[in-house]
């Protein structure tokens, strides 16, 4: 049994659904290519932070003196100096 289709009709629905798929393809291409900016842009930032939060690490451990440290770890953490000491010899 063979179906009846207009060739036309066939052909007109054919082209409607490549050029369909066609604007489709181009909309998601374009969100891509956004989607791809923004993720570069927010990477950036990110990488800036980074380095940022590295410097200031290594201004506060610059500023810390080895006397707050040692003040700290014998107050915080109840430390106490070696009453005796001994030498290696190597």
């Given at each position: 049994?063979?179906?009846?289709?207009?060739?036309?009709?066939?052909?007109?629905?054919l082209?409607?659904?490549?050029v369909v798929?066609?604007?489709?393809?181009?909309?998601w291409?374009?969100?891509?290519?956004?989607?791809y900016?923004?993720?570069?842009?927010?990477?950036t930032?990110?990488?800036?932070?980074?380095?940022?939060?590295k410097?200031?690490?290594?201004?506060?451990s610059?500023?810390?003196?080895?006397?707050?440290i040692?003040?700290?770890?014998?107050?915080?953490?109840?430390?106490?100096?070696?009453?005796?000491?001994?030498?290696?010899?190597?």
């Open positions: 049994m063979r179906l009846n289709i207009n060739k036309t009709k066939l052909n007109i629905a082209i409607l659904g490549v798929l066609s604007i489709l393809t181009i909309s291409h374009h969100q891509m290519y956004l989607l900016t923004q993720s570069k842009r927010i990477e930032q990110n990488h800036q932070l980074v380095a940022l939060h410097q200031l690490l290594i201004k506060q610059q500023a810390i003196s080895g006397s707050e040692k003040a700290k770890a014998l107050k915080i953490l109840k430390m106490q100096a070696p009453k005796r000491q001994r030498e290696l010899l190597l």
